[in-house]
């Protein structure tokens, strides 16, 4: 496509760029870092000359240039200059700013000044709160940074309030599938620090707020829910209802192939319970029928039923 439009268009023509920032990320992805480098700054050299050093486009290119750099005091400076750039060109509010000053903040986790990466994530997490909301996507991923950084620190005392916090802020936002699942996310994270009785308590709210939207594009959400639901009510020793939950689990994800996204989930939840019961006999029984339940619903020698043999085994 880069060439294609390099002879038709022209090497400046903004389509062709456009074209070439593309390849310069796949390359970056596919850990060509040299070639990917070299190509986007060609395209930073093209459009600093045609569209000036102020422009939305060029400040584009930099920002994808940023943190490219071997060393990290020389990335840190590259980041802090585009963010600089951002802000005072389109405002500290505007989007690309707050995407610029995430990436800052995660390159400051990685090189360990955990504290300018914190105070940075709460600036964002604060302004996407106010402009988008609690359950907007782009929020939840500054929180979830938030929490990783509370981590690296060795403050997860701190973490369980926020995250209660966060749910409290999310119940009041209007029903959506954004709302569930941020929900389902903080579930999880309630789950990740052992608060299982409250990460209980989000998982089956959220599982009960799923019922409204019964045409899903992500299906296997309420897989997912029902079994960390499971986990949690194992340890809490409460294995009947657990089962429950892993039979729900195994019926809506009969409505896929074995070998979709649904049954994965289910094979990572046996895994999970197995993982997080401390006494294994009372689950033999409930994998037994549940290795009948997957045979019913996928057939004979389906993944899902070798799964569960193997933990029964």
């Not at 579930?187 to 045409?215: C, H, I, K, N, Y």
């Amino acid at each position: 496509m880069v060439e294609g439009r390099r002879r038709i268009l022209g090497e400046e023509h903004p389509d062709t760029l456009a074209s070439m920032d593309l390849l310069g990320i796949a390359l970056h992805n596919a850990f060509e870092e040299r070639r990917s480098r070299r190509l986007l700054k060609r395209v930073l050299s093209a459009r600093t000359r045609t569209l000036g050093p102020d422009h939305p486009d060029t400040l584009r290119s930099r920002h994808l240039l940023a943190g490219r750099s071997r060393k990290d005091s020389a990335a840190t400076r590259e980041y802090e200059e585009v963010l600089a750039d951002r802000r005072r060109v389109l405002g500290a509010e505007h989007p690309d700013t707050l995407i610029t000053q995430d990436s800052l903040a995660l390159h400051l986790r990685f090189a360990g000044d955990l504290g300018r990466s914190r105070a940075l994530l709460e600036e964002t997490l604060a302004i996407r709160r106010r402009t988008l909301g609690d359950d907007h996507p782009d929020t939840y991923e500054d929180f979830e940074s938030m929490v990783e950084v509370f981590r690296d620190q060795g403050s997860r005392d701190e973490i369980v309030p926020l995250v209660r916090d966060a749910a409290d802020r999310v119940r009041r936002c209007p029903p959506s599938l954004d709302r569930l699942r941020a929900m389902a996310r903080l579930g999880r994270m309630l789950s990740d620090e052992q608060e299982w009785r409250t990460a209980l308590g989000v998982l089956e709210e959220t599982l009960a707020g799923l019922e409204a939207f019964p045409a899903r594009d992500d299906d296997d959400l309420g897989v997912r829910l029902r079994c960390e639901a499971a986990k949690a009510l194992i340890i809490l020793g409460e294995r009947t209802a657990a089962g429950g939950h892993l039979r729900s689990a195994m019926q809506e994800a009969g409505r896929r192939s074995p070998d979709d996204r649904g049954a994965e989930t289910l094979l990572q939840a046996v895994w999970s319970t197995e993982r997080w019961a401390d006494d294994h006999e009372p689950l033999r029984e409930m994998f037994g029928d549940l290795v009948a339940l997957a045979d019913g619903l996928y057939g004979p020698e389906n993944p899902v039923g070798r799964r569960l043999n193997e933990a029964l085994g």
